[in-house]
């Protein structure tokens, strides 16, 4: 067994090395130990089974990796899916809970495709996981997010790509990410890339409704990142995008 861990995550490496006999890698971590997993289970070819030590993203199930050049945009390189993903309750209601709040991003995303893709069949269904969100507070409402992120890449695996989750947000997100010197996570920028369209006026009412109830109940408001970014950036970024 070949264990992938970050330094913060081995302090959780005990509780599962002695699960598995098999000849795997097992990943206990972030989103960036789950990535490096991934690419490691595909050059050895070996199945991998992750241990997500936070939920920041929907990296845990898809079956590729972002390879990132920096001042572009990420390219997805295919790798290989995770045979399991554990749920650890414990693990995940002692991490900080920004990195669960980042992960419900990458659902709320499907709301400003939503609006470009109206009447599709899998923005139907996109819908009723954005319904489910929550505020991660108790475990079984991390167990929501986790199961919803699940659900979500299994969506966009059937649609055939992740249209029905990316939309413009995440276009602005990547641009954001050139300038992220301020360590937000990818789903911190996803957020700020969803404010910004609505701030703009670029997303329906009922879906800002939606987004407001959730962003209301963040400890740190997205609105607070643009500041931090500078309106014009935000702004230029914006407009470059929605062109
Ligand atoms: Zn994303």
Redesign the pocket.
């Known amino acids: 067994m070949i264990i992938i861990s970050s330094k913060s995550s081995s302090q959780f490496i005990s509780r599962y090395e002695g699960n598995y006999h098999k000849d795997i890698i097992l990943g206990i971590g972030g989103g960036q130990v789950a990535e490096e997993a991934k690419w490691v289970g595909k050059h050895l070819r070996k199945e991998v089974i992750l241990v997500p030590t936070n939920l920041s993203?929907?990296a845990f199930w898809t079956k590729t990796v972002a390879v990132r050049i920096p001042g572009k945009q990420p390219v997805y390189v295919d790798a290989v899916r995770p045979i399991t993903v554990e749920f650890d309750g414990e693990i995940l209601t002692i991490c900080h809970k920004r990195y669960l709040v980042a992960g419900w991003?990458?659902i709320l995303?499907g709301i400003t495709a939503m609006d470009r893709m109206a009447g599709n069949q899998y923005t139907i269904q996109m819908c009723k996981l954005i319904d489910k969100c929550c505020y991660p507070g108790t475990v079984e409402e991390i167990k929501v997010l986790f199961d919803t992120l699940e659900e979500e890449v299994k969506l966009c695996d059937l649609a055939g790509s992740?249209a029905v989750?990316?939309g413009l947000e995440?276009k602005i997100?990547y641009e954001l990410e050139k300038y992220n010197k301020f360590d937000l996570l990818?789903?911190e920028l996803?957020f700020m890339g969803i404010q910004l369209l609505m701030q703009k006026g670029f997303l329906m009412s009922s879906s800002c409704d939606k987004i407001k109830y959730f962003f209301n109940k963040l400890e740190i408001k997205p609105t607070e990142w643009v500041k931090l970014f500078g309106k014009d950036l935000c702004e230029a970024i914006v407009d470059e995008v929605w062109r």
């Open positions: 993203c929907d991003a990458d995303s992740s989750e990316e995440h997100a990818h789903g996803v």
